[in-house]
């Protein structure tokens, strides 16, 4: 039998888990809203997006690493004579009063030579080194390719666009 406020401690501890699952902050970096679609299989490429927040000086994202691929790393989509092109990038600023946005045809993070199929549901830590900031670690949700909710379609209607 439960007692009477046991479901709603556990109600909110699940919610304060998930809400740390989703934002990680160090050194005035504050990573959140990442996640990653799911993949057919481990043989495919997977694909983070995420937003950083810097509350202290410039800084600049300069790797990235993830114990369910082999390689990770940045890289930026963008329209060329009409044409989606991808190319990887070395590192990419963050500034106190300017979001980086890593989002569906623009900035982004490429996890090749997956260990397992990413599964919608699932989730994974990812590891953010910054130029002063050292490293920041987060948890990454797996969402369906069905998902369609109104944060993915506003970003995969941005075409072309970069943002940082």
Known sequence: ????????????????????????????????????????????????????????????????????????????????????????????????SKPLRLQPNGYHIMLMGLKKKLSAGDSFPLTLSFAHAGDVTTTVSVRSLRDRSPMHMENDMNMGTTKH
Request: zero cysteines; proline letters at 7%; a neutral charge.
């Open 1 to 96: 039998m439960f007692r009477r406020g046991l479901p709603i401690a556990l109600i909110a501890l699940m919610v304060t888990g998930t809400i740390a699952a989703l934002r990680a902050e160090t050194n005035g970096i504050r990573v959140s809203e990442a996640w990653a679609r799911e993949t057919p299989s481990a043989n495919s490429t997977g694909v983070v997006y995420l937003s950083v927040t810097d509350t202290a000086g410039p800084d600049r994202l300069v790797s990235v690493a993830t114990p369910v691929s082999t390689t990770a790393s940045l890289h930026e989509s963008h329209m060329v004579n009409g044409v989606m092109q991808m190319r990887p990038v070395s590192d990419l600023p963050v500034a106190p």
